[in-house]
């Protein structure tokens, strides 16, 4: 997972260092060696090849130990303002915000295809079954049915996650804020976030509080998914 997340945690990375760059505290030469060194890391971050050395922990360590050493004290200087709890969360934010897009489009084809398979086979007759025994009339569209409106409920879900995921954390620190004057609102604009999370504490209790509905939204993606291969395993048997 931590590979997976090396290559959100650059692109954060990078939008801190051009907001200090924004307010002095980074020199040209110091944000010109950072993006540099940081767009290293994405490359190998995307190939899943990024090294994270035990002793290290984790990608965030591991990216700033990169950084110190490719950069010196430009590395150290990229945590100003920041602290590893923002940093985390808005790591995440990204990397859920990416993946739940992916999942929407592979729902949006899953509705697409079913929508096709009922204008095909709708008017087929079939059984419908009920405790593996056919019990009722019913059709081939009917059946198909089912399934389509719950991936059009899966789509609104995941699209309300969207919504909740597309604030931007960072600035929060360690909870409290800092007493820098971040330029929040420019870090939004360069992560592509439609609006900034307001209040720190309330950022710093969304730890955890994101990721649980994102992983129940994948849990409900996956029980219409076993459901449907589990009528595929008796409508392809004997029946």
Sequence with gaps: LDRSLAFWDAQGSAAHARMLFSLGILTKPDLESLLMALAEISKEAQSLSFDIPAELEDCHTAIESRLVEKTGEAGRKIHTGRSRNDQVLLCMRLYMRASAVAQLRMLLSVSQTLALRIDELGDIP?????????????????????????????????????????????????GFGSSLPLDRKLTSRLLDFSRTQRSPIDIQNSRGRHELKFVRWCVDTASCLEKFSWDMILYTSRE
């Design 126 to 174: 079939m059984p419908g079954y009920t405790h593996f025994q056919p019990a009722m009339p019913a059709s081939v569209g009917m059946w198909l049915h089912a399934f389509y409106e719950n991936v059009l409920a899966l789509i609104r879900e995941g699209l309300a996650l969207l919504d909740l995921l597309d604030e931007n954390p960072l600035g929060a620190a360690a």
